[in-house]
């Protein structure tokens, strides 16, 4: 059976780098702690902000 889970994260000017860094091992320790072994599908969408400037980030892990 597929599950999904979602991971948000806040983007700060000048700080994304780190923040999509933060992003990327919070994704990873939840594949090693909940022992994912199989995954199928991970996708990013930008959170819009107020003139279109990216005010976050939101994460989809599909995993068997």
Sequence with gaps: MVKVK??????????????????????????????????VSVSDAVVPGEGGVAQGVIRVLAYE
Excluded: M, S
């Design 6 to 39: 979602t991971f948000g994260e806040a983007l700060k000017v000048f700080q994304t780098h780190r923040e999509l860094d933060e992003l990327d091992e919070r994704v990873n320790k939840f594949i090693k702690d909940n022992n994912v072994t199989k995954v």
